[in-house]
Every structure is written in structure tokens, then in C-alpha cells.
Nanobody, 115 residues
């Protein structure tokens, strides 16, 4: 069973930065995609960023230019660097790993941004 463990969430002020980490229990290059979703209170879950096995990235419009997804194969870890955070970024962030039709989820890490 694939395990994804997120860390790095917390409470920050607007304009500050956070780095989220997602440690996978197996080789991250086994997956077609790895990414980050978020769910804010009263909102639907949304894709934030993803990276495919070839290294191509995709971002939600709301985070382009502020968030960066990256990976470290030696550590089987995917990162989400979040800069210039604003209160609209407040949500629980989930790491995902996709292999064909199977999607694995982490337990989530909360991010709170105060104005």
C-alpha cells in the first residue's frame, strides 16, 4: 500500500512563505503524476499543482507565479514551495500520487494564512 506523508503546514501571515513536503513510501518515478490538491472550508477540492514523471508541471491559475512544485528522487519526496501567501490560500493541502487509474492520497496538512 502506497503511503504519502505530508508535512510543513502551519499558520503564517499574508506575504509569508511555506514549504510543504510529501514523502512517498516508494519510488516517486513509479507514478505518472504527483501533485497537490487543497480543500478550503466551504469550497470544493481543487488541484493546486502537479508534476508528471517527465518533469512537466501544471499549476492552478490562482497560484501561478507564487507556488512551485518540485521533487527529490533520492528522498522520494515532492515539495510545494508557496510564496506570497494570502488568506485565500487557507486550506488543507493533500499530496496525491497517480498510477494509471489509481490515485493515492495523503492525510493532508493544514495551512492558515492571516491577513
Amino acid at each position: 500500500q502506497v503511503q504519502l506523508v505530508e508535512s510543513g503546514g502551519g499558520s503564517v501571515q499574508a506575504g509569508e512563505s511555506l514549504r510543504l513536503s510529501c514523502a512517498a513510501s516508494e519510488n516517486i518515478f513509479n507514478f505518472n503524476f504527483m501533485g497537490w490538491y487543497r480543500r478550503a472550508p466551504t469550497k470544493e477540492r481543487e488541484l493546486v499543482a502537479q508534476i508528471n514523471v517527465g518533469g512537466n508541471t501544471n499549476y492552478a491559475d490562482a497560484v501561478k507565479g507564487r507556488f512551485t512544485i518540485s521533487r527529490d528522487g533520492a528522498k522520494n519526496t515532492v515539495y510545494l514551495d508557496m510564496n506570497n501567501l494570502n488568506p485565500d490560500d487557507t486550506a488543507t493541502y493533500y499530496c496525491t500520487a497517480s498510477l494509471l487509474t489509481r490515485v493515492y492520497w495523503g492525510q493532508g496538512t493544514p495551512v492558515t494564512v492571516s491577513s
